[in-house]
């Protein structure tokens, strides 16, 4: 049986969107790591940061994406800081094929502008929030198995690339 497939990447770039289309082509069962937080813990990823602390959450994310990742024929869509964390992020890159999802700071800014419910983005200067994260991040997104450069592709097309990089090996 082949490996789940795992996408990593800073908020707002697709990880959900495309992992739904890649687990519809390849038939294979799409999780999205902070849907499966906020139902267990019946409230949003904002309020959880808001009431228990980041700290409480990436205790519980790291347990439950453990949890999820030695599960069979999974496209599983990590939260955006997940791959931080040591334990999942050698969990993932042994146990699935991974795909950084990249994106310019400028595109993340549009399509992030107006949300509300990233907790790390609440009140700040998004630019400076996003520059910040993705520099902190982006050496660890690069350790994925492979990186895909989203900026001038449709979510088909970017799923689309993925499939045949996963199919390949």
């Known amino acids: ?99 950084w999802l990249d994106l310019s700071i400028g595109l993340l800014e549009k399509r992030l502008i107006d949300s509300k419910k990233r907790p790390l983005l609440i009140n700040k200067n998004i630019r400076l929030d996003l520059e910040r994260i993705y520099k902190q991040r982006k050496d660890t997104y690069s350790l994925a198995n492979y990186k895909i450069d989203c900026s001038d592709l449709s979510a088909n097309l970017i799923a689309k690339k993925i499939i045949i990089l996963y199919e390949k090996n």
């Open 1 to 99: 049986m082949k490996k789940n497939l795992t996408l990593t990447g800073m908020m707002g770039v697709g990880k959900s969107t495309i992992g739904r289309a890649i687990s519809k082509q390849l038939s294979m069962q799409f999780i999205d790591i902070d849907k499966i937080i906020e139902k267990k813990l019946n409230l949003t990823v904002q309020k959880i940061f808001e009431k228990k602390g980041e700290a409480f959450f990436r205790e519980f994310e790291e347990k439950i994406t453990l949890e999820e990742v030695k599960k069979k024929n999974k496209v599983i869509s990590l939260g955006g800081g997940a791959f931080m964390n040591a334990k999942i992020r050698d969990c993932v890159i042994l146990d699935t094929k991974s795909f």
